[in-house]
């Protein structure tokens, strides 16, 4: 078949429902075998005209070499990927979509949705604004658009950066969960059918069971991003708190003394020798902290994929209880989605335990941290509430070490606060459940006689 000519921007845009998502999938080199009703409507090609093209066919030319450079980086690395991309339709006219594209055997399935989080998508055109015209620029001068996407796909890292995303797959980790949360405040979900019997009425209901199980799982794992984030938040004042002590350590060990084994010598020598103990433990923990937010970000990621891909079997379940034309393709497509529902499972299975693993040992660490800051403010107070502040050789720092004893204890009870809460959450997610609503999926899918699926 012939590829349909490309077309130019005419201006015009048209929207996308919240209840519609797109759907299609693509061999290795990125050809289109499979388009759904929705793809085929507001693309405004034919679906004779979708299949066998190559995906690029609705590439707006405004969009940025360097984000689907990105994209194919992911998707050979074996990782999902997701953006906002505006697309071009048949007639000229932009849609605008927050797209996701998995891996699947030797292809690629993607499902696409309409944008609802007006703060994140603006951020991302934004910084599409700027790489567009930069990448014309090169290839301009003679650069490849090979060469002008790598340089694009450079500045679209820089400029994240500046917005506080470390990579783009950090922004990433943000966006999907935040626009599949916001789908759902807008109450999107799982078609309901009450009318519908059969193997058909039978899928409807396990998929709606997958979501509602699914968002129990998003609670819970916005309960542990919260921690992670307490944590994150609190790594700057404990940080601050240990550097301070250690200044302090070094003032006591460089103080004159005559009487080597007087109380106030042995027990301030002892909070200076805990000192860069605790700066040791404390530079571990940061870096274990940094692995439990990034785990819990892309478990997150990963929930909020496996929604999105439910609620797509949902939708063609839905059009075929319905009759909608273009249906009678849906056996493939909704075990396509089932086997990227199933993939993400068990990659879910492994973050849950993961996160729990990284949550048990932060706890620890806390408590490793805690107990080498408390060990020393005992003595150090019976000090301070003994000395003689006239003759003592401490004197002087007696009331920078009386600050630093007060703000210690106040870093000891955030720490024993955020341990606790460590330990709560050090547990595994039960994906049972949705596993063995997953097969039941699978087993009404392959028992359904074709005529079912195509009503």
Partial sequence: METPARVQPSGARHEVGVDELFFSTTDARGVIEQANSVFVRLSRYSREQLVGAPHNLIRHPAMPGGAFLLMWEALE???PFCAYVDNLAADGSTYGVFATVTPLGDGYLSVRARPEVDELHDAAFAVYGTVRPFERELREQGWSAHEAAVRGAERIGEQLADAGFPSYEEFTWTALP??????????????????????????????RR?????RHWVVALDDLQRVADALRSAAPQLTGAVAEDADMAERINRTDVDNLFSTAVVYLRVWAQMAPEAGTVMTEFLADLDQ??????????????????????????AEIIDRVPGSDAARPAIADLGRAVDDGLVQMAASTSRNAELAASAA???SVLRDLLDLPQTMVREWLSRSDRSSDAFAEAADAIAARVEATQADID??????DECRRIAVPLDVSAVEELSARLRELLASAPDQSLRR
């Fill in 210 to 214: 997958i979501d509602e199980e699914l």
């Fill in 77 to 79: 690395a074996g990782e």
């Fill in 292 to 317: 439990l937010r990034r785990s819990c970000a892309q478990t997150r990621f990963r929930i909020a994929l496996a929604i999105l891909h439910n609620q797509a079997v949902g939708q063609f379940v």
């Fill in 414 to 419: 955030l720490l024993g606060t955020l341990a």
């Fill in 364 to 366: 620890e660490q806390i």
């Fill in 178 to 207: 935040a626009e599949v949360q916001a789908r759902i405040a807008r109450g999107a979900g799982v078609a309901r059918r009450p009318l519908a019997g059969g193997e058909l009425g039978d899928m409807l209901t396990v998929a």
